[in-house]
């Protein structure tokens, strides 16, 4: 079955740096557009990062330009999400997302930016 597993959440102080890895396995991953979204509580989700398939091109939402790196390792059916400088309102739920024609998500992971 499909599967999208995030990891690498947790709690960090402001100006710090977490690294979320997704997992993917039972589709052709290396096909697939790979984003990050985030939601906070009473917000909507948020598209955060794309990398396209073979990761010709990757597109950020402006609040985490500079700051967050997406990647992916197609030979190992993984996405990542390298977070630098961590702002309070980088606080969310954080899902990994596999786009082709048919979409699938993973169950998230909380990422806690707090003093």
């Known amino acids: 079955q499909v599967q999208l597993v995030e990891s690498g959440g947790g709690l960090v102080q402001p100006g710090g740096s977490l690294r979320l890895s997704c997992a993917a396995s039972?589709?052709?991953?290396?096909?697939?557009?790979m984003s990050w979204y985030r939601q906070a509580p009473g917000k909507e989700r948020e598209l955060v990062a794309t990398?396209?398939?073979?990761?010709?091109?990757?597109k950020y939402a402006d609040s985490v330009k500079g700051r967050f790196t997406v990647s992916r390792d197609d030979a190992k059916n993984t996405v990542s999400l390298q977070m630098n400088s961590l702002k309070p309102e980088d606080t969310a739920v954080y899902y990994c997302?596999?786009?082709?024609?048919?979409?699938?998500w993973g169950q998230g992971t909380q990422v806690t930016v707090s003093s």
């Open positions: 997302n596999a786009q082709r024609y048919t979409t699938y």
């Open positions: 039972g589709f052709s991953f290396s096909a697939y557009a």
């Open positions: 990398i396209t398939s073979a990761g010709v091109r990757t």
